[in-house]
């Protein structure tokens, strides 16, 4: 094997990629990629009635469905890979009930999944494949995320836009077995072609955002697989990825690369039990359990100390959007999921509709929170709450990991049951339990049909 250090960043993710394939993942590992999966199906399943789902699904089958194409997921529809790449993407992540890989500010499974998909599907791979090929795209993402965030995010990114491409189009290479140079021009497409800007936020595009990404990581992988070009260096070379999305040290690159295979980042996921924005979880968390104490007190203000950086994006959104005016703002209003969380006790998709971001006593209570930064949160994992009440009394609470995250881990059965309570209103009787059925035991599927077959509504 070459000395590893005379490769380029593309070379080395293409070589560990492709060793790890011949190899075989552990049990350990395609379990949690089976988690992922389930946690994406969960995240979308209720989402097809989203205004931007609808528009990007009317789009995607402008020129009409098509009989023999890939499937765009719970619609039961059929275009082409690329075109269902969008729509399930943005399917993914419309409703911000996905994974968050919190190190790096991202979502890491919605760009990459939507392109496994559509290759496994339409190259009839296993299901074991399909999980390795999945795993391994997320995981060289992940390295890749690692290497240009903070600084990628602060200048204005989306992380998973910036680097979800890599990711897809390493996967969906490994699905279709490509040798090592084609595949290594796969991953500098999609270097090259890295893109979103962070201002989307609260809008449709950051949904679409994200399909595209999947689009670009697997339009990538088809024209290498064609005989397209890029440069070997797309990341580290002169106007590369990494001189033009980040302010990082290059001195990070290798010290993260070589970690690759050994301190596996997908095992630092966090799983949403509440469909809403990452940090607004701890603070829902916090006002769900004083709640529960309150006695039918009235309550007078809700004050929270966060990461200092959850109080500047919570002050700059609340700056831009004012009240919230669609689903998405709602779901990126940390003031408004903690009043809605209050008022109706309990944060599901209905807290986020038009009857719930026009509700006046949300709006009023709202305007009854109040962050403050504290320095001694390292991340947003965790926040505390002081509840007033108009009596002059207080409840309080801390939560150090909010649910979901590796420190409070969602086990296996709350997953499952997290995907039933979402799909009970929206598949038919039994369909729910049949996708989890065939989800968990992807490992020993010979291919996807059987699962994709149940991803429709009707």
Known sequence: MTDSVALTVSERLVDFARQQAATGLSDEILQ?????????????????????????????????????GTHIHWFGTRTTPAQAAIVNGALYEVLDFHDTYIPCFMHAVSAVLPAAFAIAEARKATGRDFLTALA???????????????SGYYRGGVPAGLTGGVGAAIACSLLARLDAEPMR?????????????????????LSYITGATARSGLVAFELAERGFTAPATAFEGDRGMFQALCDEDRAKIEPILATLGENWRLFGQTYKVVPTETITHGPVECVLAVRSRAGGRELDRLVFKVNPLVQSIADERRDRFGLPSSESEATFDLRFCAAAAWVKGRFTIAETAPASFTDPEILRLRER????????????????????????????????????????????????????????????????????????????APALDPLISLLKTA
Not at 54 to 68: S, V, Y
Not at 136 to 150: F, K, Q, R, S, W
Not at 186 to 201: H, N
Not at 399 to 419: C, E, I
């Open 32 to 68: 949690e990629t089976k988690r992922l999966v389930i946690n994406q199906l969960k995240a979308s399943v209720g989402a097809t009635g989203h205004p931007a789902i609808r528009l990007l699904h009317d789009w995607a089958l402008a020129d009409g469905p098509t009989e023999r």
């Open 136 to 150: 391994l795209g997320i995981e060289c993402e992940l390295a890749v995320a690692t290497i240009l965030m903070p």
């Open 185 to 205: 021009n796969a991953v500098g497409v999609a270097m090259c072609t890295a893109f979103g800007l962070y201002a989307s936020v609260g809008s449709m595009t």
């Open 369 to 444: 929170v109040d962050l403050i930064a504290d320095k001694t949160r390292a991340t947003f994992e965790g926040c505390s709450l002081l509840a007033t009440f108009t009596d002059g009394t207080t409840e309080a609470h801390n939560v150090d990991h909010f649910l979901g995250t590796p420190g409070a881990r969602v086990p296996d059965d709350m997953l499952s049951a997290l995907f039933r309570q979402y799909a009970e209103d929206v598949l038919p009787s039994g369909r729910a339990q049949a996708v989890l059925d065939a989800a968990w035991s992807l490992d020993t």
